[in-house]
């Protein structure tokens, strides 16, 4: 299978790596010199032993420049079986969301297919963060989502666009709802340390198994036409949580507050209250029928490499 990853970052690189090792010809797309040379860090580089279409061999990754929100440069993009829309905004407003999430997906989705050889599939990555508020209660993909911000209202549409405008070229579109990610470099120990903690749900899912469920949907060629939670076996109050990864590292458990008393400190832009206020717990009730086992099901596992080097780190200190 050949396949594209258009923003191949954070978890991209992780499916990059993951695919290729399976014997998958990949291209990763960035639009930065950094982007690129991290996705040639990924694997070989092809340099002339690529197929002779453009792109990748087998089991191989190569790194093509190209801007989702540029059309003029996606022509450099190769043919594919699948693509995989796991650009980011960078954590910028609504107005840069948009300009990547829907448009820079709508592009996508036209450029391919508009070609003779169009791809089977599509999956873009989203977010959980599209279900809003649901006051602690259990949500899944039956769940109607209610985005409560502009921002995930934008996720939102992008979902539409994944599903109902890629149909339209012939592509079969999957929406990958990735919870928390967490992992390598985005471990963020001192946040739960520290303190103190408000109170909340964490829904998470480790790098590796975001990457992992995507790579699964595609082998497994399932989830066409719908949305899959990617979340892990056990979201976790937050306190909790604290109390657990404060006990595991040997530190003294953080102080805690409730969402009233962090909401009443009045630092707190709109956008952040709601977040705050956003309370439910994701099941992957749908992801595990579909055949994924999780290489890391819980945080317990996910954060174990994370608090032996914290421990390693205190014992030289």
């Known amino acids: ?61 190569d790194a093509v420049r190209a801007d989702a929100t540029d059309p003029a440069t996606l022509d450099a993009l190769p043919d594919a079986d699948a693509v995989v829309f796991a650009a980011s905004s960078g954590g910028r407003g609504a107005a840069a969301a948009r300009e990547v999430y ?76 990735f919870a928390g990610l967490y992992g390598p470099d985005r471990y963020r120990l001192r946040r739960y340390l520290d303190g103190p903690v408000t109170a ?13 469920a995507v790579c699964h949907l595609l082998e497994s060629d399932r989830a066409r036409g719908e949305a899959v939670l990617v979340v892990d076996d056990e979201p976790v109050d937050k306190h909790a949580f604290a109390d657990w990864l404060a006990d595991a590292c040997g530190v003294p458990r953080p102080e805690k507050r409730s969402k009233a008393e962090r ?30 086992e999780f290489a890391y099901p819980t945080f317990r596992e996910g954060y174990r490499d994370a608090v032996r080097a914290f421990r390693a780190a205190n014992e030289r200190a």
């Open 263 to 292: 909401i009443a400190e009045g630092d707190l832009s709109a956008a952040a209250e709601r977040r705050i206020r956003t309370s439910k717990r994701c099941s992957n009730d749908r992801l595990r029928g579909l055949g994924y």
């Open 200 to 212: 909340g749900y964490l829904n998470m899912i480790h790098r590796d198994d975001a990457a992992g």
């Open 102 to 177: 829907v448009d820079g997906l709508g592009n996508v989705i036209e450029a391919y297919g508009s070609r003779t050889a169009a791809p089977d599939r599509l999956v873009y990555t989203s977010s959980t963060g599209v279900y809003g508020d649901h006051d602690g209660a259990w949500v899944g993909e039956e769940t109607p989502i209610e985005p409560t911000t502009e921002k995930t209202r934008v996720l939102a549409e992008a979902e539409r666009t994944a599903v109902e405008t890629a149909a339209e070229f012939g592509i079969d579109g999957t929406v990958a709802r």
């Open 1 to 61: 299978m050949r396949v594209v990853i258009v923003g191949c970052g954070y978890v991209g690189l992780e499916l990059a790596r993951q695919l290729a090792g399976r014997g998958h010809a990949v291209t990763g797309v960035r639009r930065s010199d950094a982007g690129l040379d991290a996705i040639e860090s990924v694997g070989e580089p092809i340099d002339g032993d690529g197929d002779a279409d453009g792109g990748a061999a087998e089991g191989e990754v």
